[in-house]
């Protein structure tokens, strides 16, 4: 359970000691990239609290979401489109609502844990 | 939930790069957030105006400086006037006491070897060109400053001036109006009269230029100034 948060520390630490300089106007790309890749993960947690979760598809969905999302901000610069915004709307709208499923899976596991745990004790009783 | 080994490592991998892209950015946006071109419009009139204050405080602060050069380049100029002034008063002052060589106009007064000639006669002969306007007087290169004694030396019977013997035929030489000079040693019952009465006849002669050296500094030891307030 600790696995992920360690992770993540340590992919901070990492990334302040390197300190790589991003130029600015790369920076923009970053953030959507970003977006993606936190949309990855907690699609990854929904489908671990939904118990359908698949490692190559979690991989490849944060490389491929985060490149992607990058790439075609980029493409929608350089066309004069703002397909910097659809990415953030998508991938935001989708962060939300993974947000959601996970919070209602847990809340669900709860209440069912609570509810058997009573119905053994009135068992038991 | 159940097969933990399952997702560990794909979760792991996704979480170290996820806290890495989160905190490079979170560096990029920290040195981007003071881009000029990132600031709203109502920070970047607080700069201005802050920038325009500041230059504002700057330029009020190289006028003052250069006032402070100016007044410091006015003081330099009086210094070096007054400079000048001093030196010029500090060679006149030299001059009147005797203590630089100079030069001029003048007559000579000379008196032959074997006259029955005293000190006083010497003094009284100094004496009548200082009277005739003379400006500066020696006798046989001895300037005469107001330090000067004239006297006699009782054991070798000689006539010294400021202690150094009187050789003859003795020379004295003044620096003024030659004419006035003359005349004042010529009078009626003057100097080359009572001379005369001894028969010392003493030639004077006019110059065009005449070369005075100068005298020994004087040696103080116990005069002080006093200070001005107690004048």
Redesign the interface.
Known sequence: MW???I??????????T?????P?IY?KY??V??LA??D??FG?LRS??E?K?D??V??TG?FSN?LLAALLAYLGDRLGVDLYLAAVFVFGVRLFQNLAIIRREMLANWMQKRQLSALEGKKGG | MDNVKKWRTPVLIVFVLLGFLISVQFHTQQIFRSDLSLQSTDDLTLIVKGLQDKRANLEKELQDLEQQQQSLNSDTANGATLQSNLTKESSQLQIALGLIPVKGPGITVAIPPDSNIVYLDLVDIVNELWASQAEAISINDQRITPWTTIYWNREKMTITVNGDDVTFPCTIKAIGNPDTLESGLQLVGGVLDNLAIYKIYPVVHRSTELTLPAAAPPVFHYLQVVPATQQ
């Open positions: 696995l992920p948060i992770g993540l520390l340590v992919g901070i630490g990492l990334g302040s390197l300190a790589i300089p991003i600015g920076a970053l953030s990239a970003l890749a936190l990855s993960v990854g671990i609290i118990d979760f490692g190559t979690l991989l944060f985060a």
